[in-house]
C-alpha cells in the first residue's frame, strides 16, 4: 500500500487484539529481595549460555539499574562507557526510539564496570551476549530457580530478562522520583507508556494505601457528640444544639436581665411572645418561626407556688417537648 503496490489492504477487514484484556505475557517487578538473590545465584552459577555465573550477574546488575533492553546491552562496547563522567551512551541505531542516549551510572556500578573492563579492549564487546534470545532466557530462568524466584506468581505475572527493566522503572515510581525524569530514564516517548505499562505497586502497599483513608465509621465523633453513649443525655435535644447556629442562654423563670438600651427588661414572657400562651395549634408563634431563637438550652426550674410560676412551668415543658422533636424542624 504504501509503495502503491496493491490497490486495497487485504488485512484491512481485521479487528485489533485489545492488549489490555489479551494479556498473554504479563511481567512483574521483582522485589529487592529477589533481585540480591539473584546477583548472588549468578554470580555462584557455573557457565551458562556461553557466560560466566560473574558475567550474567553484571549484565542482570547493569540492567537493574539502567532499564536497558536486552538488544540495547548487546550493542554496547567497553567505549561506549565513560566511567569518568560515570554514563553510558547508546547509539541511536541500537535504540528503540532512535535517538542517542547518555545515561547516568551510580558510582558502585562505576567502581563494579572498572573491575569488569579490565581485560576488555576499547571496541570489544562490553557483556558477552549471546545472539540467541532462547539462550539468555534458559539462563536466566536457571538462575532464577537457583535463586528460589518463581517464573510466574499466582496472579500469572512472569519474572523474565525484560521484567528487569520493569523492575527499575517500578523502583524510580516507588522511590517518589518525578514522573516526567522516570520517563526520560525510561526513554518513552510518553509519560502515559512510563506509568501505565511498567510502574508496578506491590500487594503490600496497596493495603498500605487505605490507611489514608478516613473513618467513615466515625467512632470518635459518636464518643465527642453522645450518639453512641447517652449515659442519660437527651439525644434530641444535642441534635438540635448541633444545629442551631448560636446557643441562647439558659434562661429562668422571672429572670431579668438589663441591655444597654436604657435598662430595658427581658423576661421569659418576653422570649415566648408577648402573651406567653400557645397559640390555636398548641405552639408558640414567635419560635416556631424562627429556629434560630428555638430554646432547646431552657432549664424546668424548680417548684414555686402561684399561678404565674405553674404557667411558666408549662410553657417551658412545652418548650422542651418541641425541641425534643427535631424531625419537626424546617
Known amino acids: 500500500m504504501k509503495e502503491r503496490r496493491a490497490n486495497e489492504n487485504p488485512i484491512d477487514h481485521l479487528d485489533l487484539l485489545n492488549v489490555r484484556t489479551d494479556r498473554r505475557h504479563d511481567r512483574r517487578a521483582m522485589t529487592a529481595d529477589e533481585c540480591q538473590r539473584l546477583l548472588k545465584a549468578a554470580t555462584n552459577g557455573p557457565v551458562l549460555a556461553g557466560m560466566t555465573g560473574q558475567q550474567r550477574a553484571m549484565l542482570y546488575h547493569v540492567a537493574l539499574e539502567t532499564g536497558l533492553r536486552r538488544g540495547e546491552l548487546m550493542s554496547l562496547t567497553r567505549g561506549a562507557f565513560d566511567l569518568e563522567a560515570a554514563t553510558v551512551r547508546l547509539e541511536a541505531s541500537y535504540s528503540k526510539h532512535r535517538r542517542e542516549d547518555v545515561l547516568p551510572l551510580r558510582p558502585a556500578m562505576v567502581d563494579a564496570l572498572r573491575e569488569h573492563f579490565t581485560l576488555?579492549?576499547?571496541?570489544?564487546?562490553?557483556?558477552?551476549?549471546?545472539?540467541?534470545?532462547?539462550?539468555?532466557?534458559?539462563?536466566?530462568?536457571?538462575?532464577?530457580?537457583?535463586?528460589?524466584?518463581?517464573?510466574?506468581?499466582?496472579?500469572?505475572?512472569?519474572?523474565?530478562?525484560?521484567?528487569?527493566?520493569?523492575?527499575?522503572?517500578?523502583?524510580?515510581?516507588?522511590?517518589?522520583?518525578?514522573?516526567?525524569?522516570?520517563?526520560?530514564?525510561?526513554?518513552?516517548?510518553?509519560?502515559?507508556?512510563?506509568?501505565?505499562?511498567?510502574?508496578?505497586?506491590?500487594?503490600?502497599?496497596?493495603?498500605?494505601?487505605?490507611?489514608?483513608?478516613?473513618?467513615?465509621?466515625?467512632?470518635?465523633?459518636?464518643?465527642?457528640?453522645?450518639?453512641?453513649?447517652?449515659?442519660?443525655?437527651?439525644?434530641?435535644?444535642?441534635?438540635?444544639?448541633?444545629?442551631?447556629?448560636?446557643?441562647?442562654?439558659?434562661?429562668?423563670?422571672?429572670?431579668?436581665?438589663?441591655?444597654?438600651?436604657?435598662?430595658?427588661?427581658?423576661?421569659?414572657?418576653?422570649?415566648?411572645?408577648?402573651?406567653?400562651?400557645?397559640?390555636?395549634?398548641?405552639?408558640?408563634?414567635?419560635?416556631?418561626?424562627?429556629?434560630?431563637?428555638?430554646?432547646?438550652?431552657?432549664?424546668?426550674?424548680?417548684?414555686k407556688s402561684g399561678a404565674s410560676a405553674s404557667s411558666a412551668t408549662r410553657a417551658i415543658d412545652h418548650l422542651h417537648q418541641y425541641a425534643t422533636n427535631a424531625t419537626e424542624l424546617p
Open 120 to 303: 576488555l579492549a576499547p571496541k570489544a564487546n562490553a557483556f558477552n551476549v549471546p545472539c540467541n534470545d532462547d539462550m539468555l532466557t534458559r539462563a536466566f530462568r536457571l538462575d532464577c530457580a537457583a535463586a528460589g524466584i518463581v517464573y510466574r506468581d499466582d496472579s500469572g505475572r512472569v519474572a523474565d530478562f525484560h521484567a528487569l527493566r520493569h523492575t527499575f522503572i517500578s523502583n524510580l515510581a516507588q522511590g517518589g522520583i518525578h514522573p516526567k525524569t522516570a520517563q526520560q530514564l525510561a526513554r518513552h516517548s510518553t509519560i502515559t507508556l512510563t506509568m501505565d505499562r511498567y510502574t508496578h505497586v506491590h500487594r503490600g502497599e496497596l493495603a498500605n494505601a487505605l490507611d489514608v483513608l478516613p473513618d467513615l465509621e466515625g467512632r470518635d465523633q459518636q464518643r465527642a457528640t453522645g450518639t453512641n453513649d447517652t449515659n442519660g443525655v437527651d439525644l434530641h435535644i444535642t441534635t438540635v444544639e448541633k444545629r442551631l447556629p448560636t446557643p441562647l442562654p439558659k434562661l429562668d423563670v422571672n429572670q431579668r436581665t438589663s441591655e444597654d438600651n436604657g435598662g430595658q427588661e427581658t423576661t421569659i414572657n418576653k422570649a415566648l411572645g408577648s402573651s406567653g400562651k400557645p397559640n390555636e395549634n398548641g405552639a408558640f408563634p414567635s419560635i416556631a418561626r424562627d429556629r434560630n431563637r428555638t430554646c432547646t438550652f431552657l432549664r424546668k426550674p424548680e417548684p
